[in-house]
């Protein structure tokens, strides 16, 4: 079955560092991902997204990168900040209606 | 505010008693989505509605939680004999895409729910 899964819980990088946060997931015909961030007591607020036809792509101090030979998606923070901390999600849409979301991955951000 | 809000943002009550929790999407999206959110966890989707039309549900919804959007725009999800194992966190999304367009999710803060 469709699954979304992270290689790493829990993440701490100091300030102004770059972070990386990962994810496999499983189910190789899915054609779109989305990563969001979840901070305390709030829903999961969208972050940047991209498509299987791409491998790369840049928002503002992020970068989503998509390798589907191993299906493996990885979100980059450029200059990590305070504001950054909170749980991160992948998302993987199946068969183009509803997503699977893995676990997450919280970030710490050390001053 | 034009986002998607959730009443009541929190909600405790007695294990057996039944709830009801609302969504209001944002206004243009024809697509309104439930999922649970338990400690830890990612949202698990429950089950999402295409205008009026309820399209999917997810095999772990039981027969005590029914979804209804009557009129296409707001949303209810009712559990009936809640068990202390429905503690958790009630997210609703909406968007505006299809297969064709992006289907980006948009979140609201979610209702926790607990049962005592």
């Known amino acids: 079955g469709e699954s979304v899964g992270l290689h790493l819980p829990t993440l701490s990088v100091q300030e102004g560092d770059n972070s990386i946060i990962n994810c496999a997931y499983s189910?190789?015909?899915?054609?779109?991902f989305i990563w969001y961030k979840q901070e305390s007591g709030k829903g999961p607020q969208f972050i940047i997204d991209?498509?299987?036809?791409?491998d790369k792509r840049q928002g503002q101090r992020v970068t989503v990168l998509l390798n589907k030979t191993v299906k493996h998606l990885s979100l980059q923070i450029a200059a990590t900040q305070p504001g950054d901390s909170a749980v991160y999600f992948c998302?993987?849409?199946?068969?183009?209606?509803?997503?699977?979301f893995g676990p997450g991955t919280r970030l710490s951000v050390l001053p | 505010d034009t986002g998607v809000s959730q009443n009541p943002r929190h909600k405790i009550t007695k294990r057996g008693q039944n709830v009801t929790f609302r969504c209001d999407p944002i206004?243009?999206?024809?697509?309104l989505y439930w999922y649970r959110q338990t400690l830890g966890q990612g949202p698990e989707f429950l089950t999402y509605?295409?205008?009026?039309?309820?399209?999917?549900k997810s095999r772990l919804l039981s027969d005590r939680f029914s979804a209804e959007r009557p009129k296409g725009s707001f949303s209810t999800l009712e559990i009936q004999r809640t068990e202390q194992g429905d503690s958790a966190m009630y997210l609703c999304?909406?968007?505006?895409?299809?297969?064709?367009?992006?289907?980006?999710?948009?979140f609201g803060a979610g209702t926790r729910l607990s049962v005592l």
């Open positions: 206004s243009e999206h024809n697509r």
């Open positions: 999304a909406s968007s505006s895409g299809t297969y064709l367009a992006k289907n980006i999710q948009y």
């Open positions: 509605f295409q205008n009026e039309a309820q399209l999917e």
């Open positions: 998302a993987e849409e199946v068969y183009g209606q509803n997503f699977v």
């Open positions: 991209i498509r299987s036809n791409m």
């Open positions: 189910n190789s015909a899915s054609d779109y």
